[in-house]
């Protein structure tokens, strides 16, 4: 079945450094990725999606590219803020899942001034 | 602009004790579903529903039910609750087609079971 793999956090870094947090996937089938963001004491919110191979999504700063070759989908940003600080989901979707989202356990990620 | 809107946002139960989780979305959406939130384990689907009239069982749903009133309404029940279902559960709802893939989610309600 469907599974998603992302790197434990906390994860803890200053002000203007570069983020990366890793993502793999398996799947059949051929799925759409996507990065949720949650902000303390909110739901998800959809950050960005990337729906075939070597799409990159980007919003707000943040880029994902879609590695078929690698399963890969890792989430960077190249100068993190304070305002950054949340935890964040990757996820998939594939075309035999009736839009089911297949989360993975979600990165806490924790800016410092 | 409402979105998806979840009551309550917290509630405490007994054991034992029964509880409605409400869900109202106001986009149009055919889809929506229900998640519970853990610690270390991401989001896990519980019950979704594809179109108003449909219901199927997620990942997760032992100890829980559905209904989809209409389509603008999805609820969870719990008949008999559980410590193991003291969670944050998260109602979402995404529109028809495969572009409409992103999946609108309410602010959650945190459950404690004692």
């Known amino acids: 079945g469907n599974s998603v793999t992302q790197m434990e956090g906390p994860v803890t870094l200053s002000e203007e450094a570069f983020l990366t947090i890793n993502c793999t996937y398996t799947a059949t089938g051929y799925p759409s990725l996507f990065w949720y963001v949650q902000y303390p004491g909110e739901g998800l919110q959809l950050l960005l999606k990337a729906t075939k191979a070597d799409d990159k999504g980007s919003n707000k700063g943040f880029e994902a590219t879609y590695r078929k070759e690698t399963t890969s989908f890792h989430l960077e940003k190249g100068s993190v803020q304070v305002s950054d600080s949340a935890v964040y989901f990757c996820?998939?979707?594939?075309?035999?899942?009736?839009?089911?989202?297949?989360f993975g356990a979600g990165t806490q990620v924790v800016v410092t001034p | 602009n409402a979105g998806v809107t979840q009551t309550p946002k917290f509630q405490v139960l007994k054991t034992g004790q029964s509880m409605t989780l409400q869900c109202a979305q106001d986009m149009n959406h055919n889809s929506m579903y229900w998640y519970r939130q853990d610690p270390g384990m991401g989001l896990r689907l519980i019950y979704y529903s594809a179109s108003e009239g449909t219901t199927d069982k997620g990942e997760v749903p032992n100890g829980y039910n559905v209904s989809r009133l209409n389509k603008r309404e999805f609820s969870l029940r719990l008949e008999s609750a559980a410590p193991s279902q003291t969670s944050v559960y998260f109602c979402?709802?995404?529109?028809?087609?495969?572009?409409?893939?992103?999946?609108?989610f309410g602010s959650g309600t945190q459950l404690s079971v004692l």
């Open positions: 996820a998939l979707t594939s075309t035999d899942s009736w839009g089911k989202l297949q």
């Open positions: 979402a709802s995404k529109g028809q087609g495969p572009t409409n893939e992103k999946l609108f």
